[in-house]
């Protein structure tokens, strides 16, 4: 089965996904997300919005194929990588999708440059070339120095950079982000959204980011899609063209924010 080709080609197309897990005491559970359809395109940055316990990460991990969907169909350029009854999940598809989930998840035995080692001897790559290219990476997401630090010896600023290049060492051209810069204080939280559009302009990935926070959704994304409560599914599409490169604290008195950002907190109310 393929995309239809009244459109350009998504590079990820989500289509009628739905979740329900099961009830506790049986019989049928509610579903936490239903109908839920939309697509990215090649290198956008696409941020999703929704309330706490709106099925957020849920569809992240449906997407990264950490869980079954219930109901529905996942694509990869035009090419179905999942669907409601699959007998067998992928995780991350064949290296294609990486995911920052919501906790860092670091191993916390292993110092930070091993932590993104471990990731490339999970795929067989943690050779001389790949052992560069983590160190490059640790460089690029501000950890130089840092490399031989452990877990706990780590900021949370540092510990969400340190996810990253483990995400990113692999190279999947799509990544998916959950609440990365959420618990950190706003002075962190602003370099970190600095740092990432950096990586992201020069790496040239396609990003699917979830937030709490508006201003972050409009000050980051290309498209930012609200969520509604269960059951999950898209209640507005907006679009923004601010200028690139962009900086948050410029974005934010740019006469086009206060519309955007009136519209995207009106759907999620
Ligand atoms: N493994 C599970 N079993 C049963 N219910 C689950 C499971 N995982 C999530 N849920 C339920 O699904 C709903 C959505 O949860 P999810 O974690 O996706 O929300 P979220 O939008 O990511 O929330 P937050 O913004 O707080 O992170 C919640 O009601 C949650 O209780
Ligand atoms: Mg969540």
Not at 43 to 52: K, Q
Request: charge should be neutral; charged fraction near 25%.
């Amino acid at each position: 089965m393929t995309a239809p080709h009244h459109a350009p080609m998504a590079l990820l197309e989500v289509r009628d996904l739905g979740k329900r897990f099961d009830a506790a005491g049986g019989g049928d559970a509610p579903w936490v997300i239903r109908g839920m359809g939309f697509a990215v395109a090649d290198g956008e940055f696409l941020t999703v919005v929704g309330p706490s316990g709106s099925g957020k990460t849920t569809l992240l991990n449906m997407i990264a194929q950490t869980d079954h969907p219930t109901e529905g169909e996942v694509f990869l350029r035009g090419e179905r990588i999942l669907h409601a009854g699959a007998p067998r999940l992928n995780p991350g598809w064949n290296r294609q999708i990486g995911y920052v989930t919501q906790e860092d998840n670091l191993l916390p035995w292993r110092s930070a440059l091993d932590n993104v080692l471990y990731a490339l001897r999970l795929v067989g790559a943690d050779d001389a070339a790949g052992r560069e290219r983590a160190r490059d990476l640790m460089a690029a997401v501000g950890l130089a120095g840092f490399e031989d630090y452990y877990p706990h010896q780590l900021s949370g600023g540092m510990r969400k950079r340190a996810s990253l290049a483990r995400t990113l060492v692999y190279d999947p051209p799509v990544i998916l982000m959950d609440e990365p810069f959420g618990a950190l204080d706003a002075e962190t939280k602003a370099i970190l959204q600095h740092d990432l559009m950096t990586v992201w302009a020069s790496k040239r990935k396609t990003i699917v980011f979830v937030t709490h926070d508006i201003t972050e959704a409009i000050a980051l994304g290309d498209r930012t899609l609200v969520v509604s409560r269960a059951p999950a599914r898209v209640t507005l599409d907006q679009a923004n063209d601010l200028p690139r490169p962009r900086r948050a604290e410029d974005v934010i008195v740019h006469p086009a924010f206060p519309p955007l950002y009136e519209r995207v907190r009106a759907a999620i109310r």
